[in-house]
């Protein structure tokens, strides 16, 4: 029997302040609340475009986003082009988000893909990026993938 071919349907975020969140991830990301449910302090909202879920988040943290544990390294969004890349960078900026690099950043030495690395309100890292237009982008970790260590 062959494997069906696989492709990632949404992505499950837990958080610690729902409301902030979707705030965040609506504003930063363009992304639509498509729909929320639960109660008290067990809530939760899915959000995508054009009716398409592509993010879950829900309320059932504390703390903060920890690169020590297992479990999500980061989630990254491909736009078409680096152009958008930077829009949403401004829009970022405007919301004082922390960035892992200063602006956009090639994937490795010499790759034409490339975009941008920040952190949620939770220190989720989140990246943005474009496959092509990052050709003269500084790349920050030489020829490692600059998605992997930040």
Known sequence: MTAPVLATG?????VTDLDRSVAFYRRALGLEQLGAGGEGEHRFAFLGRDGAL???LWQQSDGEFSAKTPGLH???FQVDTIDQVH????VLKDL???????GVVAHGEGAASG????????GIRLEVYAPT?????PAPNGAAPTCGFF
Do not use: K, R
């Not at 949404?10 to 837990?14: C, F, K, P, Q, V």
């Not at 829009?87 to 401004?90: D, G, M, N, P």
């Not at 237009?133 to 982008?137: E, F, K, R, W």
């Open 10 to 14: 949404h992505i499950g975020l837990n």
């Open 74 to 76: 980061h989630l990254s």
């Open 54 to 56: 592509q993010v879950t």
């Open 87 to 90: 829009a949403v960078e401004s």
């Open 133 to 137: 237009g990052a050709d003269h982008a």
């Open 115 to 122: 975009g941008i690395f920040f952190h949620d309100p939770d």
């Open 96 to 102: 004082n988000v922390s960035f892992a690099h200063d």
